[in-house]
């Protein structure tokens, strides 16, 4: 937070976004007590692949279109709450259809790659789609438009 200008830190919200890593308690806590939003890509440890298997599965969920360059692949996003880490956070999976050939991680379905991510965003603020793709630019990957560019 030292690095933020001294001037800005009060005109623009914060926003700490973390791989896998960053999936503890203590990230989570830091980014709580400087007042910013938070994504953190999610360990796949029991507790997570519980819940984000289960809203993959359910016939019941709703999957909206993934925003950016994940629009063009077909991935698609949903969301859900729950309780991990000791907090009550937004988990929004994006499903990416698997192409012919593709090596699976262990978590992946039959038909999908699937990401996970926990914020503090809510759904009154933005949308789980665009959460997911502006976790995406993390690490300084930029957005392509339909068009490339």
Known sequence: MAAVPTGAR?????????DSAGYQDQALAAAERHH??????ARQYAPVAAVFHALAADPAT????????????????AATTTTLLGRTVRLIVRRQPKAAGDQLAIDDSEHWRLHDIITDVGPERMSAAAVEAHHRLRGGIPARTPSGR
């Not at 709703?62 to 996003?77: D, I, K, M, N, Y």
């Open 62 to 77: 709703v999957w909206t279109p993934a925003l950016g360059r994940e629009t063009e692949q077909g991935s698609e996003v």
């Open 36 to 41: 910013a939003d938070f994504s953190v890509t």
């Open 10 to 18: 009060d005109r623009y919200r914060r926003w700490i976004r973390l």
